[in-house]
């Protein structure tokens, strides 16, 4: 997991053994909160938004196609944190709805671990043999937006991104975009420019 987030899997990171200790207490949190869930009764308190969970399934699905795996965990920390100022709010079944998809997606980098934890939540068989766990964007449609895609001084079309990403996230999911390959002629623009939830330009 450490290696991991240490930074861009093609660019590496400079060994620290306070991080090492950092990654320890995260794993160690995480299994707290499990622990804390599996102890817990049942209770009757009412549903509360967790579109977060979709938001990251959606952003961890993305970022390890592109093999982002300092951000997909960075994206498991927040999960956790959020869960973990919610948990006392959170009936029973939401919770175990949020740690049974979190489990599946930290699979592949805390494989027994994950095991584990998937059979102490009462889950058969073992939690390599399952799916990965699907997302509904519409849980968070009103968070996001489309906005006209401009390159060169004319409008290629459109994209839609969350209200709260930021310009770099922008200007790379722009690149990638297929739709946009053949306008785009130059790979490293002169210019970028972006109005927040609006536009973007790009000048090749």
Do not use: C
């Not at 060994?15 to 794993?27: A, C, E, P």
């Not at 310009?167 to 490293?188: D, P, V």
């Amino acid at each position: 997991m450490y290696l991991r987030f240490m930074g861009p899997f093609d660019q590496g990171g400079d060994w620290s053994d306070t991080g090492m200790k950092g990654m320890f207490r995260f794993i160690h949190k995480l299994y707290k909160i499990y622990q804390d869930y599996i102890d817990s009764p049942d209770n009757t308190y009412d549903p509360l938004n967790i579109s977060i969970l979709d938001k990251t399934v959606m952003k961890v699905t993305d970022d390890l196609e592109n093999l982002k795996f300092n951000t997909v965990i960075a994206e498991f920390m927040k999960l956790i944190n959020w869960y973990s100022e919610h948990e006392s709010k959170l009936p029973k079944s939401q919770k175990k709805e949020i740690l049974e998809k979190l489990l599946l997606m930290l699979a592949p980098f805390i494989p027994h671990l994950a095991e584990e934890l998937w059979e102490l939540m009462g889950n058969k068989p073992s939690i390599h043999t399952q799916k990965w766990p699907s997302y509904n964007k519409d849980s968070f449609k009103d968070e996001l937006v489309t906005i006209a895609v401009q390159i060169d001084g004319k409008t290629r079309g459109t994209i839609q991104i969350n209200q709260q990403t930021k310009e770099l996230e922008i200007k790379e999911i722009l690149l990638k975009e297929g739709a946009f390959n053949k306008y785009i002629t130059s790979e490293k623009p002169k210019k970028f420019i972006y109005i927040k939830n609006k536009i973007v330009s790009l000048v090749n």
